[in-house]
């Protein structure tokens, strides 16, 4: 088996469905000859020629509208927006248009569209490229939302994405493009949207979370089994719509204590969700309430104050010593 | 002076005024007979006939909409030319993306009347399009659709299908983003679609004189480097001319045409504005002699095509053609909760599953 980086994985993932199927086709800024400016795309226009893999004139809103008529014309748009911050531009084309195509359609059209976009804080970018925009997209009905932590459920999961027949928005921390390597199978395979994946088994907390804040709340576990001796459960959500509560109950029933950590500030965003069908199905089982550990709610700060905004595995062991001690 | 880094331009930016095309005049005389579309008397007389039609069944959704019959209906009085030369002059596997407006061009294109009234009740068989009808449903949010006819309009390139993308707007939708990242897109892939806009003068209330300072709508093709051509859009016969014209350049691999269509709405934009607050009773009657009807009635009966009687008939025909498809829009079963959540995704999941079960 391979090992690659994510970003290799995402790479071969489209590189994967490129080769089997025609009508998957891979456009936005700068993806073609140079390959994206993270290089995702890197050679994939030399081996599937400038008609399956395009560069298009610097406009997002466009790129998802070309999206969406290909996809209702039975192409397989993979649209990528630079940058996460400038899904703003599009927001009407990814919500709006893709999202309720099938509904306003009655089931005639559909939106075979991903929407890919880099996202995610720690790397001192620029204002606007890093934001966790993700509580924006759950809201929306109609658009599934996607976000891997790791390279083996990058491809996987992005190979669903590319043949599931709805729209998805699949989100790529920047921190963990390059972050380090890990076996990833050649060729096909899918990762199931919409299960969660439990990395690290425990029995006295439930940690939830996903992306980047898997690797954040993996080490505080490890942190503090080793000071305190508390053994913490780790569970990657991977899909965020749909939501897998039954794998979040399930582990509640065995840690009856949970937190939530996510990179996006507090107030309604996924946190608050998982919250929510908590108390619907497992609030009889919680010995403490569940806490959110997450950024404040103010806007994505410039680069200088960035580590100290972002959860760190300290934040989180506080976060775990709070639910212990309630 | 060193040259400039990249130019494709090698056209100097026009400010002289742009003439619309006109064929046939108000009094119904040709007068631009180079430019007459090589149309039979049959299709001359079914041109008529559209035209009649819509309006009998515009004047009927009015009346329906006002009764609470219908749900959203936007008025199209005045501009039959506009959208019925328009749709004449394309095939019928031609893909039509509309704006909310446009259903007269969807149901002469194929889509069953009941379903325009179905659409228009909030009914989500209204925009179940038949598989062998090429159009997309009405869209709400203005200029979204310019950029799905692009993308439609890619489609069919990549392809290499014969076919052409049009997709309408009126005066407002050309201040959009998506209009110019639209036909952007379509100049520097060479796109065959056709930007048709309706300037029909006003936004809802907000005159074209607000609306923008470009000298025409028709104008702002030059920056996406696209062909921008002006119409008389009460000229049935310059429509389809124009439409023709730009449908085969598309299809010769020549790229997009912007086609700003001057026309009037007699109506309020919808049924719940005053027109009395931005509209003269002198502007309303300047427009009235150039009403697109009239003239093409004059034209058709000084050639022995029309006359009272086949008019009469074709109001008869449309009358009773619009009261079955209303019966058929108010005897189709209505929605349920659990069929909208069923359509959200291909395949419903289980939090939605779960919802369902509250409305079953």
Redo the contacts between chains.
Sequence with gaps: MAQMTMIQAIKDAMRVELERDPNV?LFGEDVGHVGGVFRATEGLQKEFGE?RVFD??L?E??I????????????RPIAEIQFVGFIYEAL??IC??AARM?????????SPIVFRTPFGGGVKAAELHTDALEGLLVQT??I?VVVPSNPYDAKGLLIAAIR???PVFFMEHLNLYRAFRAEVPEGEYTVEL?KANVVREGSDVTIITYGAMVHTSVKAAEEIEKTQGVKVEVIDLRTLL??D??TIVTSIKKTNRAIIVQEAQKTSGVAAEVIAQINEKAILHLEAPVLRISPPDTVYPFAQIEDAWLPSPASVIAGINQVLEF | MSKPLVSQANYEVTTEKVEPLQVLAPDGTIVNSDKMPNLSDDQLKELMRRMVFTRVWDERAVNLGRQGRLGFYAPVSGQEASMIGSEFALNKDDFI?PGYRDMPQLVWHGLPLYQAFLYSRGH??????PQDVHV??PQI?IG?Q???????????K?RNQPRV?ITYTGDGGSSE??FY??M??AG?FKLPVIYFVQNNGYAITTPYSKQTGALSVAHKALAAGIKGVQVDGMDVLAVVQAVTEAAERGRRGEGATLIEALTYRYRPHSLADDTTKYRTKDEESDWEPRDPLTRMRLFLTKKGLWNEEIEAQVKEEAKATVAEHIKKAEETEKMTVSG?ID????VT???LEEQKQAYK
Excluded: W
């Excluded at chain 1, 999206?67 to 192409?75: C, R």
């Design positions: 086709i008609d298009t004139p406009a809103s466009a998802g509208g070309l999206a969406v008529g290909l996809g209702v014309q039975g192409f009407d084309q709006v248009q099938r509904y306003r359609s009655g089931g005639r059209y559909n009905p109609g599934k599931d027949n709805d919409g749909p939501l509560i039954d | 993306c989500q068989h209204g925009g179940q399009i997309l449903m949010i979204a310019i950029l799905h006819a692009t993308g439609v309009a890619m489609a069919f990549k993308a983003g998506d990242e639209g952007n897109f520097a909208l359509s959200m995704f291909e999941p289980s939090h």
